[in-house]
């Protein structure tokens, strides 16, 4: 079974806060995502890694940095966190572009 | 722009009957075709993909492709109380190497 962690499933932020959110998977997955959900928008891109050191912007990336420095950890930073920002983060992975697995979601208050 | 379209519902359905949950893309040359179900409060879990024209069963799930029409469905029969959720079409874009595009997804609501 594929296996998608996330460090946190609830976080609670200051405005202007650097903020992690850390996502694991141990299926030696080539691609990892990062989302986030709000209600009435769907799931919307922020970015996505096809390799390690490797990443795009999605649709929404502002405001959002990313690293992957080993293959099986994609994590997500937001550099000064606003309340526009507050949401639930979904990280996924997948083996080719094709299914991808998500992990449990991290809901991020921005105080 | 790549879109998919989903009636945001919420679709509501009694026990027991056939739930029926529709997909419309933009992007003709679209090669794969997921569906996901997200429950209130939790990520979304694959229930099944699809990638021929036609029918495709798993259990009380039934997927259907129409990629002439452009349009893929989720039929669950028999459909229970523990369906209710959220359900998300997913779609490959022709590219087969960029990202999966989301529909918003259509709430269902199994009325017991």
């Known amino acids: 079974d594929v296996k998608v962690t996330q460090s946190s499933r609830y976080l609670v932020k200051r405005t202007g806060e650097k903020v992690f959110l850390e996502c694991v998977q141990d299926?030696?997955?080539?691609?990892m995502f990062w989302y986030r959900q709000d209600p009435g928008l769907g799931l919307r891109l922020i970015y996505f890694s096809y390799d390690v050191k490797m990443k795009e912007k999605g649709d929404i990336p502002e405001g959002y940095s990313v690293s992957r420095e080993k293959k099986e950890r994609f994590s997500l930073i937001l550099e000064s966190a606003s309340t526009n920002q507050t949401s639930m983060y979904l990280c996924?992975?997948?083996?080719?572009?094709?299914?991808?697995?998500f992990g449990p979601g991290t809901r991020l208050l921005v105080l | 722009q790549k879109e998919v379209e989903q009636n945001s519902g919420p679709l509501s359905v009694p026990e027991g009957a056939i739930a029926s949950l529709n997909c419309t893309y933009s992007?003709?040359?679209?090669?794969?075709f997921f569906w996901y179900r997200q429950y209130s409060g939790k990520s979304p879990e694959l229930i099944m993909f699809i990638y021929s024209n036609g029918d495709k069963e798993d259990g009380r799930f039934t997927a259907q492709l129409n990629k002439a029409s452009q349009y893929v469905s989720l039929l669950i029969r028999d459909s229970q109380p523990s369906d209710s959720a959220t359900y998300l079409c997913a779609v490959m874009p022709p590219s087969g190497n960029t990202p999966l595009v989301f529909g918003k997804g259509t709430r269902l609501s199994v009325i017991a």
């Open positions: 299926m030696d997955h080539e691609n």
């Open positions: 992007d003709r040359g679209s090669q794969s």
């Open positions: 996924a992975s997948s083996l080719r572009m094709g299914t991808q697995y």
